[in-house]
């Protein structure tokens, strides 16, 4: 698993600069990639407690919608893993403790509450009596999860390669690549094999202010795997779509509704209405893990507020009077007629998407 430098200053974080995976989990440890450290340092982060993933979560050291259910589950076994001693009812009352607790790090993508979900059901069908085995047991469904994780984003690169056709110019917004996930992404997952199938195109990566997802991550990871990426700041994208350089929109997103509403990153809305005007299409990708039929429509989505200080400051440095005040939602809902498709491990979902995702998902 790469060779480790063991950093002096922090016995905590090991440094690399080879190992660019979303996070790993290695022999009982779980190791996330620090991403608010990216694109300047490549460094992981072991994880020693659960208080610790709750924070690498709140704080996006780990982020994106499928990420962070991966390293809930693994997180969820960190923070029991030193109560196996305890009888097996006091075992499952901590474990729905400590779920609930990781829970409540993000509210937006419901890929956290499914993965927790998944290990809680997890837990109830075990049959032995001793914790020891109920543990083994939910470590081996947190590395389901995470090769279910690789294997989806594969099947949704697959059913979205076709939209992506020689000469496009293809929008993102946000990451919603390979660093949102363990695998090669979702909104990323078609671009990133038709560049395997030696198609030519250019992606447009929106900076994404406030936290600058797009700049410092997926410009980052397409520039690292050879494809051909051009960065824009989030107000560029009506004067670029209107010179034609853009054929195609392609997003993620950390949870749809039973209406097909999505929630995505903020400043996603504005650029499907832009999408919209222009004509372009607007395709949202992602896993069913994303896909929350008990919420009806966007408008039910808890909106994660964010610090004030992520406006406030342009990376470290203040760039507005003192006293000012604030709004940093974290995520907007894109209704769903702006939407043309959801790229899904299932294939291509169209409207009506009421009745399509519950004919695919229920
Ligand atoms: O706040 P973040 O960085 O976690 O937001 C991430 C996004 O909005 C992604 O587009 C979404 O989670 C989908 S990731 C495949």
């Known amino acids: 698993m790469g060779k480790n430098k063991i950093s002096k200053s922090d016995p905590t974080v090991f440094g690399t600069s080879e190992n660019t995976e979303t996070l790993r989990w290695n022999s009982g440890e779980l190791f996330l990639l620090d991403q608010t450290k990216l694109p300047l340092v490549v460094v992981e982060e072991k994880q020693e407690s659960v208080e610790q993933v709750w ?7 780990v982020r994106g919608a499928p990420a962070i259910g991966v390293a809930a589950a693994y997180g969820l076994l960190i923070g029991i893993r030193e109560q196996t001693a305890l009888n097996l009812k006091e075992f499952l009352w901590e474990i729905e ?3 609930a607790y990781l829970e409540s790090a993000r509210p937006t993508a419901v890929n956290l509450k499914w993965a927790l979900i998944r290990m809680l059901e997890c837990s109830k069908t075990y049959s ?3 914790s020891r085995g109920l543990f083994k047991q939910l470590e081996e469904e947190a590395i389901l999860i995470h090769e279910e ?14 939209l992506i056709k020689e000469g496009m110019g293809v929008l993102t917004h946000c990451n919603a690549g390979a660093l949102a996930t363990t695998g090669i992404g979702t909104a990323t997952a078609p671009m990133y094999l038709a560049h395997e199938n030696g198609v030519q195109f250019c992606v447009y990566a929106d900076e994404t202010r406030p936290l600058l997802q797009g700049a410092r991550l997926t410009s980052w990871e397409l520039n690292k795997a050879g494809l051909d990426v051009t960065l824009l700041t989030d107000n560029m994208v009506a004067h670029i779509m209107s010179q034609d350089l853009i054929d195609l929109v ?10 097909g509403d999505v929630a995505n990153k903020i400043g996603t809305h504005g650029v499907a209405v832009l999408a919209r005007h222009f004509g372009i299409p607007f395709y949202v990708a ?8 008990n919420t009806g429509e966007g408008k039910d989505i808890v909106i994660e507020e964010r610090e004030a200080e992520e406006v406030l400051n342009f990376g470290k440095r203040r760039t507005t009077p003192e006293e000012m005040k604030v709004r940093n939602p974290a995520f907007d809902v894109t209704p769903h007629e702006l939407v043309t498709g959801l790229i899904t491990e299932k294939g291509i979902i169209r409207a009506p998407f009421a009745e399509n995702l519950l004919k695919e998902y229920l």
């Open 55 to 61: 924070h690498s979560i709140k704080q996006l050291k």
């Open 97 to 99: 403790n400590k779920a």
């Open 128 to 130: 032995g009596n001793d």
């Open 149 to 162: 994780d690789v294997q989806l984003c594969q099947r949704i690169g697959v059913n979205g390669v076709s």
């Open 250 to 259: 392609i997003t993620g997103t950390d949870r749809v509704a039973a209406n």
């Open 286 to 293: 992602c896993p069913y893990s994303t896909i929350d039929l």
